[in-house]
């Protein structure tokens, strides 16, 4: 099963996967050009959304918002390793995605694009591509 590592540089950072998320389902291609692409991070404070990236700016308001709704430093997990916000976040934004795939290609939107959340960074983020 398809797979590679991210390194993320801050403590908090969106990362845009899809033209290497691309690559991956053009190099394995499923029967009839036709399927689902899954996409998941076995971490528990990162996670997969898809979202826009043409405009930066709409991950660096999407980081804010959530900074705003799970504020850092008030939780009690923040006693054992001091990221119990990142964990909240995640755990809101899950680990995966779903893409549908046809005539061998994602059936992503236009504006729309894979992307790795890093809550508690930076960290090495391993990231697994299943293709049925
Ligand atoms: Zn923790």
Redo the contacts with the bound molecule.
């Keep these: 099963m398809p797979s590679f590592i991210i390194k993320t540089t801050r403590r908090e950072e969106i990362v845009d996967l899809t033209t290497k998320i691309k690559e991956i389902v053009k190099k394995n291609k499923t029967k009839k050009g036709k399927g689902i692409c899954y996409i998941y991070v076995p971490h528990?404070?990162a996670a997969i959304t898809i979202n826009e990236n043409y405009d930066e700016k709409v991950c660096i308001d999407f980081l804010n918002f959530l900074d705003k709704i799970i504020p850092q430093g008030k939780w009690l997990?923040d006693k054992?390793?001091n990221?119990?916000a990142?964990?909240i976040k995640a755990a809101l934004i899950g680990p995966s995605e779903f893409i549908p795939i046809k005539d061998g290609e994602l059936m992503l939107g236009i504006w729309q694009g894979i992307m790795l959340c890093e809550f508690d960074g930076p960290r090495e983020r391993r990231v697994i591509v299943s293709l049925r």
Excluded: E, P
């Design positions: 528990a404070t997990h054992v390793d990221n119990g990142a964990h």
